[in-house]
Nanobody, 119 residues
Framework: QVQLVESGGGLVQPGGSLRLSCTAS?????????MGWYRQALGKERELVAG???????TYADSVNGRFTISRDNAKNTVTLQMNSLKPEDTAVYYC????????????WGQGTQVTVSS
């Protein structure tokens, strides 16, 4: 069992910044996995915002590429999403995700944290 604990989120004005963190704990057996952040806005499907593998390969949604940066500390099993130049359309519930990249590719989810970008 993998548990994901999130921190960060909140209310910020357009152009501002926020930082989200997620720490994984429990029975982490896979050495080939991705940790990342998804988000779900009102009336939209959940989408991948950014992800990073154990070896450091990253992926970003086109809508956030160049504004958001994802990083991880493998020793601490922690992933961080630095969000800059935030826009109102970034408003959503953000969920931390852990996904195995081999075998049956089990997934685990954090509880979600609200990010609201508004003036």
């Amino acid at each position: 069992q993998v548990q994901l604990v999130e921190s960060g989120g909140g209310l910020v004005q357009p152009g501002g910044s926020l930082r989200l963190s997620c720490t994984a704990s429990g029975s982490i057996f896979s050495i080939n996995h991705m940790m990342g952040w998804y988000r779900q806005a009102l009336g939209k499907e959940r989408e991948l915002v950014a992800g990073i593998t154990t070896i450091g390969s990253t992926t970003y949604a086109d809508s956030v590429n160049g504004r958001f940066t994802i990083s991880r500390d493998n020793a601490k099993n922690t992933v961080t999403l630095q969000m800059n130049s935030l826009k109102p359309e970034d408003t959503a519930v953000y969920y931390c995700n852990y996904r195995e990249l081999s075998g049956v590719q089990l997934q685990y989810w954090g509880q979600g944290t609200q990010v609201t970008v508004s003036s």
